[in-house]
């Protein structure tokens, strides 16, 4: 099964739609019609079911579900990572993750620990203005059962995140089941869930104004 899931939502898509056929495309249109396109042919199920294939084929222990989509208008590119507790699984983080597609991975605890999963993604694209960006998402989910899981997301200016492993860290353990920036020409909105192994969503996307 291919990851990322579903078509890239480029010009070409664009011109198969009424409302762009002839005219000049941007970035906003494309980010636009990524959101329009988020549920198409059932691709956010595609990524959903892959993921759970991934946690029934690893077994019992704590684990993170990830689901990453990508409405920015251009492609998005792997940067960075940090775990704090786990690894990734069988399957490594994707690469890239072209504009209208779902990216999904198995974050998983260390057999031997006793501490859950718990980790920070960077991916670069372009803001708004077109301006390289750093954007990182995070999760945190404990082994032990008293302890919540938490979501986190910023935005930072390329190389920013590795920099400050430290604050990310701890902004995320202070953090609850949902958190959203809105800043330097980017929206990101992340959420998890409760139980020991819980989907974890980030959504990644630009502002656009109502189709033409």
């Known amino acids: 099964m291919a990851n990322p899931f579903g078509q890239v939502v480029d010009d070409e898509k664009l011109d ?6 002839g005219k000049v495309k ?7 019609e990524a959101m329009n396109l ?11 079911r892959y993921v759970e294939g991934l946690k029934k084929e690893y077994g019992d222990g704590a684990t993170t579900l990830c689901m990453v989509y990508n409405a920015t208008g251009e492609t ?4 960075a990572s940090k775990d704090w507790y786990g690894f990734i699984g069988r399957t490594p983080y994707p690469f890239e993750i072209g504009n209208g597609q779902w990216a999904s991975f198995l974050h998983v605890k260390k057999a031997s620990d006793a501490s859950g999963s718990e980790a920070a993604l960077v991916f670069r694209g372009s803001n708004a203005s077109g301006m390289e960006r750093d954007y990182c998402v995070a999760w945190s989910s404990p082994w032990a059962a008293w302890y919540k899981n938490k979501a986190y997301c910023d935005v930072g200016y390329v190389g ?8 990310v860290y701890h902004t995320l ?3 609850g089941y949902e958190h959203s920036t809105n800043k330097d020409g980017v929206d990101i909105e ?3 869930a409760t139980g020991t192994s819980p989907l974890f969503v980030a959504k990644i996307k630009i502002p656009f ?4």
């Open 26 to 32: 941007t970035q906003e249109d494309r980010a636009r």
């Open 16 to 21: 198969t739609m009424v409302n762009y056929v």
């Open 76 to 79: 998005l590119y792997y940067s």
């Open 160 to 167: 920013s995140f590795p920099r400050d492993w430290d604050t």
């Open 209 to 212: 104004s109502p189709r033409p």
């Open 38 to 48: 988020i549920n198409e042919n059932d691709k956010n199920g595609k990524a959903k």
């Open 173 to 175: 353990n202070n953090g």
């Open 190 to 192: 992340a959420s998890t």
